[in-house]
């Protein structure tokens, strides 16, 4: 079974820049999570998809946006980019059986640079 | 609100030697505990979880036991290897998960 999948893997942009980052969670998994993590904040949740409606969202500005298409596969989009977005980007699909919440599978994620 | 604090790395242990990475929580209710794990240039990989309290999570020669009373969930291993070397990450689930910081494990042969 294919894991997670995130493209691309490296990115580098400059300030000002928009970026979209992609995840194909595993196979019959339907819901896509995002955690940004950084050295200094380390892990944080930005948001859930779950049958392409945004279930939950962390405290990320509103340049932070997601979304998920009907195969479960998630893009997010950060628009006008600053330096303090530069950070691995992590994606992580689960499953919705009963017992299983947390159990989060992740990507390898994408390492977003900003120049 | 919910979070969770873990004692600061880095840890360098001996190969064979004995682990102990503390993990508190502060959190309403009593939420589903977990630790996960980062190897070198991975993602983050669930290590082992527990989902009320007394219960005892194990996996790979890790235990943690999650105790309502002290509100922490504490790894444990009895003898590291030099593979286990990486970041843990003690977490909890309330609708999404909230890490700790991380502690970076280096085991030396």
């Known amino acids: 079974k294919a894991g997670v999948t995130q493209t691309p893997r490296y990115l580098i942009k400059t300030r000002g820049q928009q970026v979209t980052l992609s995840c194909s969670p595993i196979s019959g998994h339907r819901s896509v999570s995002w955690y940004q993590q950084t050295p200094g904040q380390g892990l944080q949740f930005l948001f859930e998809y779950f049958s392409e409606t945004q279930r939950n969202k962390g405290n990320f500005p509103g340049r932070f946006s997601g979304r998920q298409f009907s195969n479960s596969r998630s893009e997010m989009n950060v628009s006008t980019l600053e330096l303090g977005d530069s950070a691995l980007y992590l994606c992580?699909?689960?499953?919705?059986?009963?017992?299983?919440?947390?159990?989060?599978?992740f990507g390898e994620g994408s390492r977003l640079t900003v120049l | 609100g919910d979070s969770v604090t873990q004692m600061e790395g880095p840890v360098t242990l001996s190969e064979e030697a004995f682990l102990t990475i503390n993990c508190t929580y502060t959190a309403t209710g009593y939420p589903s505990l977990f630790w996960y794990v980062q190897y070198p240039g991975e993602g983050l990989q669930l290590l082992l979880k527990a989902t009320k309290a007394d219960d005892k999570g194990s996996n790979k020669g890790f235990e943690a036991t999650y105790r309502k009373e002290t509100t922490s969930f504490h790894l444990e291993k009895g003898s590291v290897q030099v593979s286990d070397s990486a970041v843990y990450f003690c977490?909890?689930?309330?609708?999404?998960?909230?890490f700790g910081a991380g502690t970076r494990l280096a085991v030396h042969p």
């Open positions: 977490a909890l689930w309330y609708n999404k998960l909230i």
């Open positions: 992580a699909s689960s499953s919705t059986t009963s017992g299983s919440a947390g159990e989060l599978f």
